[in-house]
């Protein structure tokens, strides 16, 4: 069965850190990949999506890298702020499971110390 | 833009009762998503709808959740009767764009409690 993997440890870091978070997968092959940011109470918001032919992608402090071949997207946040703190989700379309709509992991919890 | 609208914001209720949650997606946008979030088994998709029309309603999970799509501008998730496992936090989102797996604009949820 499909299954979506992310760490259900919170990530610690300091403030100035590189943040990386990893998403994995199996039996799925995805043709895109996309990461979400969720703060307590509120819906997810969007931060990035990659193609199943792009490596890596990035946004301002934000690189996401795509391994179709590990089955694997790391998600970086450079000079980690307090800010960044939050729930961070990964999602993958299910093309080839017939069912053509983003399934979510569980969300890995980044925490940055000041 | 307001983004994707979602009332009530929170939600307790008794169990058997009726509960109604409203959604307005983002004007423009084709598809419309309705989520359950718990502790347990995450974000999980309910139902979706394209162009007014329900395409997967294969995530509801039983007889007693309904949606409806009415307009463009509003849809509704009914749950009859409630139960305690109900108890989630639903959102609603809404994409534009040719696939279903496009970009998604999530609403802030409504927190249902059932007691």
């Known amino acids: 069965s499909q299954k979506i993997e992310q760490n259900s440890e919170a990530l610690n870091i300091q403030e100035g850190k590189t943040a990386t978070l990893t998403c994995n997968y199996t039996?799925?092959?995805?043709?895109?990949l996309q990461w979400y940011r969720q703060d307590p109470g509120r819906g997810p918001v969007f931060l990035l999506l990659?193609?199943?032919?792009?490596k890596e992608k990035r946004k301002e402090r934000l690189k996401v890298t795509f391994d179709t071949t590990l089955k694997q997207s790391l998600f970086h946040i450079t000079a980690s702020q307090p800010a960044d703190s939050a729930t961070y989700l990964c999602?993958?379309?299910?093309?080839?499971?017939?069912?053509?709509?983003?399934?979510f992991g569980s969300g890995t919890r980044l925490q940055v110390q000041p | 833009d307001a983004g994707v609208i979602q009332s009530p914001r929170h939600e307790v209720t008794e169990m058997g009762q009726e509960v109604t949650l409203r959604c307005k997606p983002i004007?423009?946008?084709?598809?419309l998503f309705w989520y359950r979030q718990t502790m347990m088994r995450g974000l999980e998709l309910l139902i979706y709808?394209?162009?007014?029309?329900?395409?997967?309603d294969s995530g509801m999970p039983e007889d007693r959740f309904s949606a409806k799509m009415p307009n463009a501008s509003f849809s509704t998730l009914k749950i009859q009767p409630s139960e305690p496992r109900d108890s989630a936090v639903y959102f609603c989102?809404?994409?534009?764009?040719?696939?279903?797996?496009?970009?998604?604009?999530f609403g802030p949820g409504t927190r249902l409690l059932v007691l």
């Open positions: 989102a809404s994409s534009s764009g040719s696939l279903p797996q496009e970009t998604q604009y």
């Open positions: 039996n799925y092959s995805p043709a895109y």
């Open positions: 990659i193609r199943e032919n792009e």
């Open positions: 999602a993958l379309d299910g093309m080839d499971t017939g069912r053509r709509a983003l399934t």
């Open positions: 004007s423009g946008h084709d598809y």
């Open positions: 709808f394209n162009n007014n029309v329900p395409i997967d």
